[in-house]
């Protein structure tokens, strides 16, 4: 869809806790496949690599935070790690769809996120374009279709991305057993938008390592899912239990190789 193409109504998944109130179009999951690269050209790697050959592009995301009702930080996290995987569960991602070949560039190259804020207006603007809104308990996340790294469009580019910080006014309670969890560094200081890119990473990286009949199931219970923090000693035991990891290529905030979250799926285990 170009800049002519005409405005479509803001299209949106909204969950309470882990349970979609309304779905999004279904459609088949086989576009989205196995990491087809070898560990050692990783989409995430700090080094470089025949990824970064490629024409790079990034996963757009925006954060509503209005200035009487910020979302929980926790919340946060989590519904734009959903949004992740409703972007990849879309019928507009595979095969033919509108979105498709440019999910196939972004995951050919570096996989990229960037988070950006937006308020009023803004948030309008943003809603206006091509792209899903995923809402939590608090929050509300849209992610649009990959662009060059370059090629943002300017009601998105024009967005804040840095110092994006939000608090939960409670701890979070325990992820219950069966749920996904994917796990943050605690032993890292991210900011709020940081950590909503390095979740949505990890739920990426679970996603990849499902089947089909598991991605089918996470997409029809309407991907339940928790971001906690452990204490180090259960990350050290997350990060040598062969789960997928996230090492970061420490483009901002954080040193290049911080591991900073762990997927910890059911069916992973």
Known sequence: MGPSSPPRTPERVRYSGASPVATWPAGTLDAVSQDPTPVTDSPFRAEPGDRDLAPQFVLPLVVRIERAAPPARTDALETAARAVLVMLADARSAGDGEWAQAMRDWQDARIRKVVRRARGAEWRRAEALPGITVTGKTAEVRVFPPVPLDGWPKDLARLQVSGTELDDPEPPVAAGPAAPVLWMNPGLGMSAGKAMAQAGHG???????????????????????????????????????????????????????????????????
């Open 203 to 269: 739920a990426q990286l679970a996603w990849w390592e499902l089947d089909d009949e598991e991605r089918t199931a996470w997409r029809d219970a309407g991907f339940p899912l928790a971001v906690r923090t452990p204490d180090p000693a259960h990350w050290a035991r997350l990060t040598t239990s062969g789960l997928p990891t996230v090492r970061d290529a420490g483009f901002t905030e954080i040193a290049p190789g911080s591991c900073t979250v762990v997927a910890d799926h059911p069916a992973l285990r």
